[in-house]
């Protein structure tokens, strides 16, 4: 492993020149910020231990910054463009989900899921974990594609949370009658630690995928690969000290399989991580869409209305999206799940 100067991007293709050129609008924008600041650099460039400090000074470090962005843009469409359709596919069927839900009124959900009196109605909860779970997994994709994998991986260790929340919501009535039960902090907390831990959620997950009848190879493969994405990203979360050291350096996408070099990520790099986050967010995105859509269609038995609605197309979507990642997984074929070659 070689660590190489922070100015070193190898292989930089003409294009991203003339972009560099291009990056001079400054971030700083307001003129009142602008003219305090300036001041303030006059007054201060005399005190010992300060430099002569300017307005060019700040907008040089952004220029970088949206160059930076520019590079990470480029590598992600030439070397990561697979993954990110499969993650988008995933995306785009919790999005038709909260469409239908949203503008259409789908309502998935039993009235009665919920007992009646003051809680909140089951399907308003749950449209409110779809809109969630949708702008989670896009703000990932936006930082992996900025370059910005470890704060990515923070953000995912959140998303693989509440997807587990709401496959349990709609999983289990006496843990969804729990759940809405958190309106202050010390309830939720408490409720929180009691049904929905870390450890509690992978027992519940377990007992809703063996209802679901999902075979014993793939339960066991989502049970492994479950406690391990939870507790890597779990250390991005928490900033552990080797996870803030490895992350701040990402690697060449275009020389994979060559002696690793790593180069300083500041202001956002693509690379292994970028590669190995991308990959683990669709594992989440799928999971949480395989759950939600054999639940809806096996547990509670909904179907739209209408052949044309959001909700019907979100679910010809799954089965798409699914299909992707069944097959880039190996499970077993999806027509055994949902009857796609039943006679």
């Known amino acids: 492993m070689v660590i190489v100067a ?26 009142e910020t602008r003219s305090r600041l300036s001041q303030t650099f006059k007054r201060v460039k005399n005190l010992d231990g300060c430099g002569d400090a300017s307005l060019k000074d700040l907008d040089d470090v952004f220029g970088h910054a949206r160059l930076a962005r520019s590079d990470a843009r480029v590598e992600c469409h030439k070397h990561l463009a697979p993954l990110f359709s499969a993650a988008y596919a995933h995306l785009a ?33 749950l449209r409110s974990n779809l809109i969630q779970l949708t702008n989670h997994g896009l703000s990932i994709l936006s930082l992996v594609e900025r370059g910005l994998a470890n704060s990515a991986r ?24 729990q759940y809405v039960q958190g309106t202050d ?3 939720a907390r408490e409720i929180w630690n009691r049904h929905f831990s870390p450890r509690a959620m992978i027992v519940a997950l377990n007992d809703i995928e063996k209802q679901l009848g999902l075979d014993a190879d793939l339960r066991d493969y989502l049970h492994v690969h479950r406690q391990q994405i939870y507790q890597m990203h779990t250390q991005s979360a928490h900033n552990t000290y080797s996870v ?40 989440v995105l799928g999971y949480a869409v395989l759950m939600l859509f054999l639940l ?38 999806t027509g055994k799940l949902w009857d796609e070659n039943k006679d």
């Open 6 to 31: 922070f100015d070193s991007r190898p292989n930089r293709p003409p294009e991203l020149k003339l972009i560099a050129k291009m990056n001079t609008m400054p971030r700083i924008l307001d003129p």
């Open 93 to 125: 069927v919790l999005s038709e989900m909260s469409f239908a839900m949203l503008i259409q009124e789908e309502e998935p959900l039993p009235s009665d899921w919920l007992r009646s009196g003051p809680l909140p109605r089951a399907n308003f909860v």
């Open 154 to 177: 923070s953000l995912l260790r959140t998303l693989i949370e509440a997807s587990w929340v709401t496959v349990i919501f709609c999983g289990k009535r006496d843990k969804a009658q």
């Open 185 to 187: 902090f010390d309830k």
């Open 244 to 283: 803030l050291g490895i992350l701040s350096f990402d690697s060449d996408l275009a020389n994979e399989g060559e002696v690793s070099q790593l180069y300083p990520a500041l202001h956002g790099r693509v690379g292994a991580a970028a590669k190995s986050t991308l990959k683990d967010t669709i594992d």
């Open 296 to 333: 809806f269609r096996d547990k509670h038995k909904y179907q739209s209305r209408e052949q044309d609605s959001f909700w019907s197309r979100s679910q010809s979507l799954a089965i798409g999206s699914l299909d992707l990642w069944f097959g880039a997984r190996g499970f077993q074929p």
